[in-house]
């Protein structure tokens, strides 16, 4: 209908403070103030303007990538953002680029593993963008098995150099991104060999390119690996292929805060800790998962609203069809992934709060708790990029013909956000970690070892395998402590059950790679307790603003219902709840999605 506008129509219809559910998204008052200000900046700057981005060619792709990318720094420069700034700035800028890589990975990976001196030396360089660096570890042989890397880092103790060498075409560094046409520097991981001994993978900075007519150095071939998927997306990227013939670095250049080599040639270990270097992987986890919900959230905002304005069918006297997102189908599609944006959201806070946890307890020499961190982060980076990559592509899908238009956005994000899916792990690689992981935490339960954070329900392994559920009507699935006890029983039994399987097999290598199927499955479940948990714990907290709580409680059973829904065949296989509590689960449910229309929110935010 022309002259009617219906995201109008329906914020009108809004039960609860926006500007509270704005506060809530965004985790504080400061940090909307900081978001709001930041994006009406870049919103108002000519030069971050991206509507023609998915019609432009690779070169003046990246040409304009090269011109925002200056200017964000110019900004940043003019304007003296701090850190937190700087960040929504590039956040709202949108467009992937070599400042993604030495901003979130270079930089912190010299902190993380560099040596006082080491930090003083390159980070400097690195804050003021003298030098532009990436990180250079996938190789085109290897990419999760990071201990199968071919490129070495040989010492010559004359020379007091270390010779970096690609020995191999598979050795070639291929994928970091950054370092097709940019980077000047790169943290390479490579094989450190001394004497003839292989001691494993470690770091080096090497210089890639001059810093005066930014040439590649003698010894280094570099360039880009072409076209990526999709239009625009992440093309903007200059994704890179490296390889080293015989190049020479000083020693110091060797991230040296856990193991140094000697003048002499001498492997030494510090009395720093190696597992000091999980804190920068969780630091990295825990991004990418508040970016999930930040691209979710995106893809359902876009969704959302057109499926306010879009009518189809169903047209009465007045010649007025119906709304979609009226309809059940397209409700019980989309308010699940309204759900899970915000469901990541919190996960994603808590993250936070581990990574800052993990981090005092690191320094405090207390590893107690880093299995089940390293475990946790692996994931949850999996199960919400798979989750989120998965919902942008059903929110085109909600979108009909008009989904498919780059103009609608969706299919830039989609291919934009689908790398998140193999980067920084493969996603079934990092659930088989969690895996084994949880085989462990059961093979100790017998030993009275208690398990610690987010498998803290393991240590009521008898109770959970023995209970069952008490629902008996529908809102009976309202009560938070009815929804843990069904997820913690589906995770308690699947994994316990993948322990028993293993035990029959003589070699548990040959068990671990037979049963990988059923231990994702179980890996999956435990991670989707972790989510459903925090969701629940989020809302145990003193939420101001009319409403906002409560529709937050809407959206947390949403969550929950929907993925009993979706893995109903685990939680019936496990006895954690009976088919007539699966069918009132149901029923609940389809209540639930009435609760949240009118009031979906990404038409009042």
């Known amino acids: 209908m022309e002259g009617v506008d219906h995201l109008a129509l329906e914020r009108s219809k809004t039960q609860f403070d926006v500007d509270q559910m704005k506060v809530v998204w965004a985790g504080s008052r400061h940090a909307l103030d900081v978001s709001d200000r930041i994006g009406r900046l870049v919103?108002?700057?000519?030069?971050?303007?991206?509507?023609?981005?998915?019609?432009?060619?690779?070169?003046?792709?990246?040409?304009?990538?090269?011109?925002?990318?200056?200017?964000?720094?110019?900004?940043?420069?003019?304007?003296?953002?701090?850190?937190?700034?700087?960040?929504?700035?590039?956040?709202?800028?949108?467009?992937?680029?070599?400042?993604?890589?030495?901003?979130?990975?270079?930089?912190?990976?010299?902190?993380?593993?560099?040596?006082?001196?080491?930090?003083?030396?390159?980070?400097?360089?690195?804050?003021?963008?003298?030098?532009?660096?990436?990180?250079?570890?996938?190789?085109?042989?290897?990419?999760?098995?990071?201990?199968?890397?071919?490129?070495?880092?040989?010492?010559?103790?004359?020379?007091?150099?270390?010779?970096?060498?690609?020995?191999?075409?598979?050795?070639?560094?291929?994928?970091?991104?950054?370092?097709?046409?940019?980077?000047t520097h790169a943290v390479v991981f490579a094989r450190l060999i001394t004497d003839g001994q292989d001691h494993g993978v470690n770091g080096f900075i090497v210089q890639l390119r001059s810093l005066d007519d930014h040439l590649p150095l003698p010894g280094v071939t570099v360039g880009d690996i072409g076209m990526k998927f999709g239009s625009g997306a992440y093309n903007s990227m200059d994704n890179g292929v490296l390889r080293f013939d015989h190049v020479r670095i000083p020693r110091d250049q060797m991230l040296m805060r856990v193991s140094q080599v000697t003048r002499e040639g001498k492997v030494v270990l510090s009395n720093v800790p190696r597992q000091l270097l999980y804190g920068?992987?969780?630091?990295?986890?825990?991004?990418?998962?508040?970016?999930?919900?930040?691209?979710?959230?995106?893809?359902?905002?876009?969704?959302?609203?057109?499926?306010?304005?879009?009518?189809?069918?169903?047209?009465?006297?007045?010649g007025v069809e119906t709304q979609v997102i009226d309809y059940k189908t397209q409700q019980s599609r989309l308010f699940p992934l309204l759900a899970s944006a915000y469901a990541f959201r919190f996960v994603g806070e808590w993250l936070k709060w581990l990574y800052t946890d993990v981090t005092q307890k690191l320094q405090a020499n207390d590893f107690s708790t880093l299995p089940e961190a390293h475990a946790c982060t692996a994931g949850l980076k999996s199960l919400t990029t798979s989750a989120t990559a998965d919902a942008i592509e059903e929110c085109r899908k909600l979108c009909g013909g008009h989904g498919y238009l780059s103009s609608s956005g969706l299919p830039e994000l989609f291919a934009v956000y689908i790398p998140a899916c193999t980067y920084e792990g493969d996603n079934?690689?990092?659930?088989?970690?969690?895996?084994?992981?949880?085989?462990?935490?059961?093979?100790?339960?017998?030993?009275?070892?208690?398990?610690?954070?987010t498998t803290s329900y393991m240590g009521r392994a008898e109770q959970l395998l023995q209970s069952r559920s008490n629902v008996q009507k529908a809102e009976d699935w309202l009560k938070p402590s009815v929804i843990l006890e069904a997820f913690?029983?589906?995770?308690?039994?699947?994994?316990?059950?993948?322990?028993?399987?293993?035990?029959?097999?003589?070699?548990?290598?040959?068990?671990?790679?037979?049963?990988?199927?059923?231990?994702?499955?179980?890996?999956?479940?435990?991670?989707?307790?972790?989510?459903?948990?925090?969701?629940?714990?989020?809302?145990?907290?003193?939420?101001?603003?009319?409403?906002?709580?409560?529709?937050?409680?809407?959206?947390?059973?949403?969550?929950?219902?929907?993925i009993v829904h979706k893995h109903l065949g685990d939680f019936l296989s496990t006895g954690s709840i009976t088919a007539k509590q699966a069918s009132l689960a149901n029923d609940q449910l389809r209540s639930l999605y009435s609760q949240v229309y009118p009031l979906q929110h990404p038409c009042k935010i």
């Open 43 to 183: 919103a108002s700057d000519p030069v971050f303007k991206k509507d023609n981005r998915t019609m432009l060619s690779r070169k003046d792709l990246f040409k304009d990538t090269l011109r925002k990318a200056a200017h964000v720094w110019k900004r940043i420069t003019e304007l003296k953002l701090t850190e937190e700034e700087a960040s929504r700035l590039r956040f709202f800028v949108d467009q992937p680029s070599y400042m993604d890589l030495h901003w979130g990975m270079f930089i912190p990976v010299i902190k993380g593993s560099g040596t006082e001196e080491q930090q003083k030396k390159w980070l400097p360089m690195a804050y003021k963008m003298q030098i532009i660096g990436c990180y250079a570890q996938t190789e085109l042989g290897h990419g999760s098995n990071v201990q199968g890397l071919e490129t070495t880092a040989t010492f010559d103790p004359k020379t007091d150099e270390f010779v970096i060498n690609s020995p191999t075409l598979t050795s070639s560094k291929w994928w970091p991104g950054g370092l097709g046409k940019v980077s």
């Open 280 to 318: 920068t992987m969780v630091f990295v986890r825990q991004t990418i998962v508040a970016d999930a919900s930040s691209a979710l959230s995106r893809a359902v905002c876009i969704a959302t609203r057109y499926s306010a304005v879009r009518r189809q069918f169903g047209s009465n006297d007045s």
């Open 428 to 453: 079934v690689v990092l659930l088989l970690q969690v895996a084994r992981f949880l085989m462990k935490t059961v093979s100790q339960l017998p030993s009275g070892k208690k398990p610690v954070g």
């Open 488 to 562: 913690e029983a589906r995770a308690m039994r699947m994994s316990v059950a993948c322990a028993k399987d293993l035990s029959k097999f003589a070699n548990p290598e040959e068990g671990f790679a037979e049963l990988s199927p059923n231990l994702v499955d179980a890996a999956v479940a435990h991670c989707q307790l972790i989510v459903v948990s925090k969701f629940i714990e989020k809302l145990q907290q003193d939420i101001p603003g009319k409403g906002v709580k409560e529709q937050l409680q809407i959206l947390c059973n949403v969550y929950a219902l929907f």
